[in-house]
């Protein structure tokens, strides 16, 4: 009798525990969870978001810095001064054989 009794006692407590009542008394609880399981999944999608944006701007980043050295090469390679010569030459322009003249002032003042 006393393992039927236990038995029972054991029913009520869990039919006591998960109850409607029992429910009913915790549901704010319950709403607290959801609202932080609701918080939890957003922080997620805004971190994966922001990761794929630093990805995407890291990306840029490299590329534009492989455009700046290209160009900064290039800007290099026609200043030197016989690509400069070769490049004015159809103007008309050449480079000088001769060191330019020095002009003297012949009052004599010199400032």
């Known amino acids: 009798m006393s393992e039927e009794k236990e038995i029972s006692r054991r029913r ?3 039919k006591r525990l998960f109850g409607y009542r029992w429910i009913v008394k915790n549901l704010p609880f319950f709403l607290f969870l ?3 399981a609701i918080v939890y999944i957003a922080n997620g999608h805004f971190a ?3 990761v794929r944006n630093i990805n995407k701007v ?3 980043l490299k590329e534009l810095q492989y455009e700046y050295k290209t160009l900064k090469s290039d800007v290099m390679f026609r200043s030197k ?3 400069l010569a070769k490049s004015v030459e159809p103007l008309g322009l050449k480079e000088l054989t001769v060191p330019p003249a020095i002009l003297v002032d012949s009052t ?4």
Do not use: V
């Not at 004599?108 to 400032?111: I, P």
């Open 12 to 14: 009520r407590q869990r």
């Open 34 to 36: 959801s609202g932080l």
């Open 48 to 50: 994966d978001n922001t």
């Open 58 to 60: 890291n990306r840029e």
């Open 81 to 83: 001064q016989s690509e």
């Open 108 to 111: 004599g003042n010199e400032k």
